[in-house]
Nanobody, 127 residues
Framework: QVQLVESGGGLVQTGASLRLSCAAS????????MAWFRQGPGTEREFVAA???????YYADSVKGRFTISRDNAEKTVDLQMNSLKPEDTAVYYC?????????????????????WGQGTQVTVSS
């Protein structure tokens, strides 16, 4: 059984930084892709960033240059460093495990490509 547990969310001001962390349980971690998604109030869940098992990274245009995704296979964690936060970054952030080996932006950004999800951590950016 795979469990994903996010941490690190909080309330910050515009321009601040936060680091989210996702801890995974289960045997398979190093050979799967991982990603972060977010869901704001009244919106659909949207892709934020992904990292493949080969450490290739993908980012949504809205966060490119501000967010960095990383993974530590020994610790079974995937982190999201968020800098220069904006009010529009306010959302619940979810960690997810990719269920297929299909890559490319269209695959890593689709929620249907992920089989396990964490419970989410709230990030609120005040203006």
């Amino acid at each position: 059984q795979v469990q994903l547990v996010e941490s690190g969310g909080g309330l910050v001001q515009t321009g601040a930084s936060l680091r989210l962390s996702c801890a995974a349980s289960g045997r398979t971690f190093s050979n799967v892709g991982m990603a972060w998604f977010r869901q704001g109030p009244g919106t659909e869940r949207e892709f934020v960033a992904a990292i493949t098992r080969g450490f290739t990274t993908y980012y949504a245009d809205s966060v490119k240059g501000r967010f960095t995704i990383s993974r530590d296979n020994a610790e079974k964690t995937v982190d999201l460093q968020m800098n220069s936060l904006k009010p529009e970054d306010t959302a619940v952030y979810y960690c997810a495990r990719k269920r297929t080996l299909l890559y490319g932006y269209e695959h890593v950004s689709a929620t249907s490509e992920y089989d396990y999800w964490g419970q989410g951590t709230q990030v609120t950016v005040s203006s």
